[in-house]
């Protein structure tokens, strides 16, 4: 009869249990250290030649955004050479992965000690491995490996419970390849907080479909990459996927770049050339920055869009194309409609989905596993040991606005990790950035000085339309006033930031 361990009965009762994913895992690693008496544990996901942490208990929270290249990484990669445990001594040659990572003390960056690692299959297949990591010298031995073997079918069993559920909540498609492909995207969209769940699931809704899709949120928060999401999640996944940056199209030529043209068409047209529709025929077509597209071509497009037909410059007869359009814009829409300067019937073409994306100062400590990302980044491009945050810097970035999103945020680790290679003394030291690296100015901006929104009813205008137009003008004036952060808004308003978010939706001011 098997001795199990009330850790060992608490892992068995979860597998019976319905959890999330990422809940799943986060269990699984805390019940694991717990049992090893170590620092961290950490369960991290083969992806090609890197491993991706997929859940940590006992690192920085900027470690679960790092990918760890094998050809950099031999502690790794001789983990998952072999299918016993493997334990490296505390005076290993091989520098230890988290080194300076433990968030035992945060200000001081402190090596690993001693290591010990399996490798993890999932049906016969390498799928990755745990680590567990202490800072006292010998805390692991040939009695712990063994213990740590008899886990493995636990560890494994939570793994693929995690997986088909995982499966089954993000996809709801039928085809494996599209799974396999989708996941390729899924691990670039770094972070789990609350609202970015939330739009994931919304994206799982829509994928499925060919419904026109309209992304909107402000710059630099990613939205090529949450088309690229959708894509990877259609029925389309396998065919193209091709991307038109609208802002970068010169009027003269927008419409033989969108649309193709023929031979002598115009001057310096030598041959016929397909336009960017005809490339993406049976996949997805991305057009950003949609809000710049010139006016003359806004019409040709909604016909391609109504019909699902295109003509070439200077040709007599239409080409037929089947394409899914994803449109992304950091404008206000209804706005550039109401001044003249995007078409109506436009608008609600695209708009038949439209998907808010968040900013980053939305998304909580999401923040924190990016900056992770960045880090490693930087870390493997100047070839360092170890770079991570100081305590204060991570609450630097923490209370940060972040105008511009993820891509501020990138430039900001990437000038801060040059600010701290220019000061250390040597690569191969544990190196932190502090926060005046960080060059943020977090200091909140006045407050400017509202005005009172005045709304004067249409005469014969029925009491609910004025009363949906005073909310629109009054919830708009509050966006305005708060420079778009929803959160402030809900306040000034005192509302539910979610039932905001909906009549700033419906009225098609977010």
């Keep these: ?91 290993s040659e091989h520098p230890d992965p988290y080194d300076g990572l433990l968030e035992d003390n945060p200000d001081e960056p402190l090596p690993v000690h001693d290591c010990m690692g399996m490798g993890l299959y999932l049906e016969g297949n390498l799928w990755g491995a ?131 043209h023929t031979r002598g068409a115009f001057s310096g047209a030598g041959q016929d050339r397909p336009g960017r529709f005809e490339a993406a025929n049976g996949g997805t077509l991305f057009l950003d920055e949609i809000g710049e597209l010139p006016l003359s071509i806004q019409a040709k497009l909604l016909r391609a869009l109504q019909n699902g037909e295109i003509q070439r410059l200077g040709a007599d007869q239409p080409r037929h194309v089947d394409v899914r359009v994803i449109a992304a814009t950091n404008r206000r ?57 100081s305590s204060a810097a991570e609450r630097a970035l923490l209370n940060y606005e972040w105008p511009g999103n993820v891509r501020e945020l990138e430039h900001v680790i990437s000038r801060a990790a040059l600010k701290v290679l220019s000061h250390a003394q040597s690569r191969t030291a544990l190196l932190s950035i502090e926060e005046p690296w960080l060059g943020l100015d977090s200091a909140p901006a006045a407050e400017p000085k509202q005005s009172p929104v005045q709304v004067v009813p249409a005469r014969g205008e029925a009491m609910h339309i004025a009363m949906e137009h005073f909310q629109r003008e009054l919830i708009n004036a509050t966006l305005t006033r708060c420079q778009g952060k929803l959160a402030a808004a809900a306040r000034t308003l005192q509302m539910d930031p979610s039932n905001l978010r909906k009549l700033a939706r419906r009225f098609n001011l977010i």
């Design 1 to 91: 009869m098997v001795d199990l361990t009330p850790l060992q009965g608490g892992l068995l009762v979860d597998l019976t249990r319905e959890l999330p994913p990422a809940i799943r895992l986060q269990r699984l690693v805390a019940c694991l250290r717990a049992e090893f008496a170590c620092s961290a544990v950490v369960v991290l996901r083969l992806d090609g030649e890197s491993l991706r942490p997929q859940a940590a208990v006992g690192l920085a929270d900027e470690a679960l955004g790092r990918s760890f290249s094998l050809a950099h990484h031999p502690r790794l990669a001789q983990i998952l050479a072999q299918r016993e445990p493997v334990q490296f001594s505390a005076d």
């Design 130 to 260: 745990v680590t567990f990591d202490a800072l006292d010298p010998g805390h692991f031995n040939s009695q712990v490996r063994q213990r740590l073997q008899g886990y493995a079918w636990i560890i494994e069993t939570s793994l693929r419970i995690s997986r088909l559920e995982g499966e089954v909540r993000s996809l709801r498609l039928a085809r494996r390849e599209q799974v396999e492909r989708g996941d390729e995207v899924q691990s670039m969209i770094l972070g789990s907080s609350p609202v970015l769940l939330e739009l994931l699931d919304e994206l799982g809704v829509v994928s499925g479909s060919d419904l026109p899709v309209l992304l909107q949120g402000e710059t630099g928060v990613g939205k090529e990459l949450f088309a690229r999401w959708l894509h990877a999640h259609s029925p389309r996944a396998r065919k193209p996927l091709v991307y038109v940056n609208c802002a970068a199209l010169p009027e003269a030529l927008a419409e033989s770049e969108l649309f193709g």
């Design 333 to 389: 829409l209804w706005e550039e409609v109401r001044e003249g300067r995007f078409r109506i019937d436009l608008y609600h073409r695209l708009s038949v989905y439209p998907v808010h994306i968040p900013p980053l100062r939305e998304r909580g400590r999401d923040v924190l596993v990016l900056a992770g990302h960045f880090l490693e980044l930087n870390r493997a491009r100047l070839g360092l040991r170890c770079l991570r945050l």
